[in-house]
C-alpha cells in the first residue's frame, strides 16, 4: 500500500462549488504539505502542518483553507473553486527529529487532477 | 529568500547522449538542503538525491550523477548514456531552516522536461 495517498485522484467539478481533497499518510511523519503544480511553474506551497496544532500559510494560500485533523490526515479545501485553480495538486509528508538540524525529503502522494469548469 | 532556478526548460537528446540538467540556488542560510526530483510521465514525483550545505562532495549513483559548488550556488544533475526511461521532468529544490527552529519547508525550481528519443 502507498504511504501517502490522496483521494480523489480526479475531479471535474464547476465555479462556485466547494470542493475537499483528502491526504492520509501510514509514514507517521508530523509534516504535511499542501502543493499545487501548474504547467511551466514547478510546485508551489499552498499550506503547511507540522503538526497537529501548527498550521501554516503558504506562497499561494488564497482561495484555500487547511484542515489537519489527525497527525495522519490534512484536507485542503476549495471553498468557492474558481477555473484559475484548475491544477494538478499534491501532498508531501515529511520526518525529522525536533531539536536537531536535519531535514528529510519529502515524500510525495500521487497527485489530485483538478479541473475547475 | 530563497529561490530556485532551472534555466533550461526543455531539452531534447538522443539515447545514450549525455545530459546535464542545471539547478541554481539563492538562500540567506548557510545550512540548507538541495534535492532532485524526477517526475515522469505518469505523473508521481520521485525521490532522488538530497545533498546538505556542508558536504560538497560530488555524487553518483549508476548513470546519474550530481556537481554540487557552493563557490557558483549550483547543484546539476548529470545524466550518462540517457536512455528513453529517462524522459521525465526534473525538479531541482532547496529547503533552508527558519531562523531558530527545525523546521523546514521546500522551494521548488520550474523544473527541466527531458526528452530521450531512440
Known amino acids: 500500500d502507498a504511504d501517502v495517498t490522496q483521494t480523489p485522484r480526479n475531479r471535474i467539478t464547476k465555479t462556485g462549488k466547494r470542493i475537499m481533497l483528502e491526504c492520509s499518510q501510514t509514514?507517521?511523519?508530523?509534516?504535511m504539505y499542501w502543493y499545487r503544480q501548474d504547467p511551466g511553474l514547478g510546485l508551489r506551497l499552498i499550506y503547511y502542518?507540522?503538526?497537529?496544532?501548527?498550521?501554516n500559510k503558504g506562497e499561494i494560500s488564497d482561495g484555500y483553507s487547511v484542515s489537519r485533523q489527525a497527525q495522519a490526515k490534512f484536507s485542503l479545501s476549495l471553498e468557492s473553486a474558481i477555473p484559475n485553480q484548475t491544477a494538478l495538486y499534491f501532498c508531501?509528508?515529511?520526518?525529522?527529529?525536533?531539536?536537531?538540524?536535519?531535514?528529510?525529503?519529502?515524500?510525495f502522494g500521487p497527485g489530485t487532477r483538478l479541473t475547475v469548469l | 529568500a530563497q529561490k530556485v532556478t532551472q534555466a533550461q526548460t526543455e531539452i531534447s537528446v538522443v539515447e545514450k547522449e549525455d545530459v546535464t540538467l542545471d539547478c541554481v540556488y539563492e538562500?540567506?542560510?548557510?545550512?540548507?538542503?538541495l534535492f532532485w526530483y524526477k517526475q515522469p510521465p505518469s505523473g508521481e514525483l520521485v525521490f532522488l538525491i538530497r545533498?546538505?550545505?556542508?558536504?560538497?562532495q560530488n555524487e553518483i549513483s549508476g548513470r546519474y550523477s550530481w556537481n554540487f559548488q557552493k563557490s557558483t550556488s549550483s547543484f546539476n544533475f548529470t545524466i550518462t548514456a540517457s536512455q528513453v526511461v529517462d524522459s521525465a521532468v526534473y525538479f531541482c529544490?532547496?529547503?533552508?531552516?527558519?531562523?531558530?527552529?527545525?523546521?523546514?519547508?521546500?522551494?521548488f525550481g520550474k523544473g527541466t522536461l527531458l526528452t530521450v528519443n531512440p
Open positions: 508531501a509528508t515529511s520526518g525529522g527529529t525536533s531539536g536537531i538540524l536535519q531535514f528529510d525529503e519529502q515524500f
Open positions: 509514514k507517521g511523519h508530523d509534516r
Open positions: 502542518s507540522f503538526d497537529v496544532k501548527d498550521i
Open positions: 538562500t540567506r542560510d548557510t545550512t540548507y538542503y
Open positions: 545533498r546538505n550545505s556542508f558536504d560538497e
Open positions: 529544490a532547496l529547503s533552508e531552516a527558519y531562523s531558530g527552529g527545525s523546521n523546514y519547508k521546500l522551494t
